[in-house]
């Protein structure tokens, strides 16, 4: 089994930053790409950011685009996603979310190991 555990979430003004981390453990599969979805309240849950094994290649969803930066650290099992010019909207529970595959794709059934969530909320 794989573990994945977010960190970083918390309270911030819009405008503001916060950068998340997410550390995989347990059992290993080859070459995951790694990626973040969120969920709002009464809403579906959304792709945010996702990143390939290598990290070459990187994709994010359009309402992240220019704000979000996502990057990777194999040695440490670690993905990271920056968040700047956070925005209301923004507000949500993300996930952290593993797949067996090196590629990132958007669809939420596409991933095969996820985090508990961690919350973040911005202010107006």
């Known amino acids: 089994q794989v573990q994945l555990v977010e960190s970083g979430g918390g309270l911030v003004q819009a405008g503001g930053s916060l950068r998340l981390s997410c550390v995989g453990s347990?059992?290993?599969?080859?070459?995951?790409?790694m990626g973040w979805f969120r969920q709002a309240p009464g809403k579906e849950r959304e792709f945010v950011s996702g990143i390939s094994w290598s990290g070459a290649s990187t994709l994010y969803g359009d309402s992240v685009k220019g704000r979000f930066s996502i990057s990777r650290d194999n040695a440490k099992n670690t993905v990271n996603l920056q968040m700047n010019s956070l925005k209301p909207e923004d507000t949500a529970v993300y996930y952290c979310?593993?797949?067996?595959?090196?590629?990132?794709?958007?669809?939420?059934?596409?991933?095969?190991?996820w985090g508990q969530g961690t919350q973040v909320t911005v202010s107006s």
């Open positions: 979310a593993a797949r067996a595959n090196i590629r990132v794709a958007v669809s939420s059934r596409a991933w095969d190991y």
């Open positions: 347990g059992r290993t599969f080859s070459r995951p790409a």
